[in-house]
């Protein structure tokens, strides 16, 4: 069956820092790749998206690249802020699943000023 | 659009009692879905819908109940209630069922059973 893997947290990085949040994957097929992220008392919500390997997905300084080699989709950031504090989940659909997410365990990331 | 709601946002119960959450969107969405959260474990499906009148389980639907008679509400309904079962209740939506669509979720209903 399909499974995300996510690099355990929390993580705790000061402003201007560089982050990483590293998601592995297994899934039969193509899937297609999703990081999603929760601010504090909210609902999910799509931060980017890979629908094909080598494809970059990219939002508010965020980036991810389907890596189907190492079936990997890394997140990473150039300089992080405060309200980037949030929790970060990989997720993961493919043909089989239909509209059927496979979630990570989620990342807590906390920016210190 | 409001996009997806779910009510109530907090709820209290005791052992054995029943309850019903409600979700609905207004973007007419062919797929919805339930989650629940629980700390270390990310999101796990409970059930969901491909369309009115058509539902089926996820990957933990044992004690939760569902039906879709509408495009819009996607209810689920806990039939006698555990401690186990407390948890943070994601509802979603998306307008395709390939896989590849962006799914909306709602605000969340944190549920506490005593």
């Known amino acids: 069956g399909n499974s995300v893997t996510q690099m355990e947290g929390p993580v705790t990085l000061s402003e201007e820092a560089f982050l990483t949040i590293n998601c592995t994957y297994t899934?039969?097929?193509?899937?297609?790749l999703f990081w999603y992220v929760q601010y504090p008392g909210e609902g999910l919500q799509l931060l980017l998206k890979?629908?094909?390997?080598?494809d970059k997905g990219s939002n508010k300084g965020f980036e991810a690249t389907y890596r189907k080699e190492t079936t990997s989709f890394h997140l990473e950031k150039g300089s992080v802020q405060v309200s980037d504090s949030a929790v970060y989940f990989c997720?993961?659909?493919?043909?089989?699943?239909?509209?059927?997410?496979?979630f990570g365990e989620g990342t807590q990331l906390t920016v210190n000023p | 659009n409001a996009g997806v709601t779910q009510t109530p946002k907090f709820q209290v119960l005791k052992t054995g009692q029943s309850m019903t959450l409600q979700c609905a969107q207004d973007?007419?969405?062919?797929?919805m879905s339930w989650y629940r959260q629980d700390p270390g474990m990310g999101l796990r499906l409970i059930h969901y819908?491909?369309?009115?009148?058509?539902?089926d389980q996820g990957e933990v639907p044992n004690g939760y109940n569902v039906s879709r008679s509408t495009t819009e509400d996607f209810p689920l309904r806990l039939l006698s209630a555990a401690p186990s079962q407390t948890s943070v209740y994601f509802c979603?939506?998306?307008?395709?069922?390939?896989?590849?669509?962006?799914?909306?979720f709602g605000p969340g209903t944190r549920l506490t059973v005593l």
């Open positions: 979603a939506s998306s307008p395709g069922l390939a896989g590849a669509d962006t799914q909306y």
């Open positions: 997720a993961l659909s493919d043909r089989n699943s239909g509209s059927r997410l496979t």
């Open positions: 890979a629908t094909k390997a080598d």
């Open positions: 899934a039969t097929g193509y899937p297609s």
């Open positions: 973007m007419n969405h062919e797929y």
């Open positions: 819908s491909v369309g009115a009148g058509i539902t």
